[in-house]
């Protein structure tokens, strides 16, 4: 079908689905699709709650989307099932990571550095946030209330475990945070779009990379 004039269509593959495609299955779902819809661009994911697609079926991925005149980006969500022993005592909604355990924070940076080498773009998908009350988490707290502690760790999560390895694995990339639609929470999980968007920018210019590379767009549910 013909595609839309005022507006373009995407779709989001959860690491799950792409992990389980194979070319005859991806040719057909999206012949489907391209037929009743009409497909502009599609972001794939590359990890989600401990299923990783591996980097050979990735590229397949990617080359059947470029060859049909697709745009890709990648895609994360940072939930993970527990890491160590110790992980099954956090409380983690939505299995969410504690920012504050370092084999924790260590993983989200292979994360990062995986999608960045595979992609120019990255959007992060709704659980970009952290709802530990872990004995870690109350530690670092210290006075500070769960909303402030939560703010601050997530803007130092944006700034050093994302864009930063990021930016090493590929200068060119660009991040997306998508901020799920409970707006009237955002503090009380870490949430803080004006305060990451300028540290995040921030960031680059910091590393002195040009200023094309340091787009940085937010986007929201509809």
């Given at each position: 079908?013909?595609?839309?004039?005022?507006?373009?269509?995407?779709?989001?593959c959860?690491?799950?689905?792409l992990?389980?495609?194979?070319?005859?299955?991806?040719a057909?779902?999206?012949?489907y699709?391209?037929?009743?819809?009409?497909?502009?661009?599609v972001?794939?994911e590359?990890?989600?709650?401990?299923?990783?697609?591996?980097?050979?079926?990735?590229?397949?991925?990617?080359?059947?989307?470029?060859?049909?005149?697709?745009?890709?980006?990648?895609?994360?969500?940072?939930?993970t099932p527990?890491?160590?022993?110790?992980?099954?005592?956090?409380?983690?909604?939505?299995?969410?990571?504690?920012?504050?355990?370092?084999?924790m924070?260590?993983?989200?940076?292979?994360?990062?550095?995986y999608?960045?080498?595979?992609f120019?773009?990255?959007?992060?998908?709704?659980?970009?946030?952290?709802?530990?009350?872990?004995?870690?988490?109350l530690?670092?707290?210290?006075?500070?209330?769960?909303a402030?502690?939560?703010?601050?760790?997530?803007?130092d999560?944006?700034?050093?475990?994302?864009?930063?390895?990021a930016?090493?694995a590929?200068?060119?990339?660009?991040?997306?945070?998508?901020?799920?639609?409970?707006r009237?929470?955002?503090?009380?999980?870490?949430?803080?779009?004006?305060?990451?968007?300028?540290?995040?920018?921030k960031?680059?210019?910091e590393?002195?990379l040009?200023?094309?590379?340091?787009?940085?767009?937010?986007?929201?549910?509809?």
């Amino acid at each position: 079908m013909k595609h839309f004039k005022n507006f373009k269509t995407c779709v989001y593959c959860t690491a799950q689905t792409l992990a389980s495609l194979d070319e005859t299955t991806l040719a057909r779902d999206y012949a489907y699709l391209e037929k009743y819809v009409g497909i502009d661009k599609v972001y794939l994911e590359t990890y989600r709650d401990g299923t990783w697609v591996a980097i050979d079926h990735m590229k397949m991925i990617q080359n059947f989307f470029k060859e049909h005149g697709v745009e890709i980006a990648g895609g994360i969500t940072a939930v993970t099932p527990p890491l160590e022993k110790d992980d099954a005592k956090r409380q983690r909604l939505f299995q969410t990571f504690c920012y504050s355990n370092e084999t924790m924070r260590t993983y989200l940076k292979k994360i990062v550095t995986y999608t960045a080498e595979l992609f120019d773009e990255i959007i992060l998908d709704d659980f970009f946030f952290t709802s530990c009350t872990c004995d870690d988490c109350l530690r670092e707290r210290s006075n500070l209330s769960w909303a402030e502690f939560r703010s601050k760790k997530m803007i130092d999560v944006a700034e050093n475990l994302v864009l930063k390895p990021a930016k090493l694995a590929n200068p060119s990339v660009k991040v997306t945070i998508k901020y799920p639609n409970w707006r009237e929470s955002y503090h009380e999980t870490g949430y803080v779009p004006k305060i990451q968007r300028l540290c995040l920018t921030k960031s680059i210019l910091e590393q002195k990379l040009e200023t094309l590379h340091t787009q940085i767009s937010i986007c929201h549910d509809i």
